[in-house]
Structures are given as structure tokens and as C-alpha cells.
Nanobody
């Protein structure tokens, strides 16, 4: 079973940037769509971004479009989420996930999930 481990979270001021990483082990991400989701306190988990197997297509939630960029390096078995112009509303636990590519904005499309990394944006 492939395992996913997120890193790169932390505390940042509004307007700042963070780069999240999701490293896979026990398998390769090459054949998976990869996605990022987030869950704020007291709220459900929501889609943030996803990227196709070869990285040529990316999908974003409207709330992060133009500020966040998802990329992948299949050779390093790692997916990244570059987050710029952060706002307090971006505060959440961020999860990466591996999935099959059908309904990439839906949690049900993903088979493997990481444990999450906390991102806190102060005003």
C-alpha cells in the first residue's frame, strides 16, 4: 500500500507563501492523479487542486485559482503545492491524495490519503 507523507506546513503571515510537499513511498505515483484537499476547523474536507498523471493538466478550486500551483515530479515520487498570497481563510490541515482521475474534485475519486500538514495564516 502506497503511503503519502505531507510536509511544509507552518505558520505564515497573510500575503506570505508556503510550499507543501507530498512524498510517496511503497509505490509510485506515476499512474495516479494526485490531489490536494484541505479541512478547516469545524468544516468538511474540500478540494483544493489536482494534477493529471503526466502533469499536463491541473485543476483548481475557485478560491485558490491564481494563487496556488500544483506540480509533480514523478522521478522524485513527489507532488507539490505552491501557495502564494495566503489569506487567513486558507488556514486548514492540507491533505494529499492519490486517485484514479474520474471526478478529481471529489474525495471519492481518491484511494490513498496522507495524514495532513497544518497551515496557519495569521492576519
Amino acid at each position: 500500500q502506497m503511503q503519502l507523507v505531507e510536509s511544509g506546513g507552518g505558520l505564515v503571515q497573510a500575503g506570505g507563501s508556503l510550499r507543501l510537499s507530498c512524498a510517496a513511498s511503497g509505490g509510485t505515483i506515476n499512474s495516479y492523479f494526485m490531489g490536494w484537499f484541505r479541512q478547516a476547523p469545524g468544516q468538511g474536507r474540500e478540494f483544493v487542486a489536482a494534477i493529471s498523471w503526466n502533469g499536463d493538466t491541473a485543476y483548481y478550486a475557485d478560491s485558490v485559482k491564481g494563487r496556488f500551483t500544483i506540480t509533480r515530479d514523478n522521478a522524485k515520487n513527489t507532488v507539490y503545492l505552491q501557495m502564494n498570497s495566503l489569506v487567513p481563510e486558507d488556514t486548514a490541515v492540507y491533505y494529499c491524495a492519490a486517485g484514479g482521475g474520474v471526478g478529481v474534485r471529489l474525495m471519492s475519486a481518491y484511494y490513498n490519503w496522507g495524514q495532513g500538514t497544518q497551515v496557519t495564516v495569521s492576519s
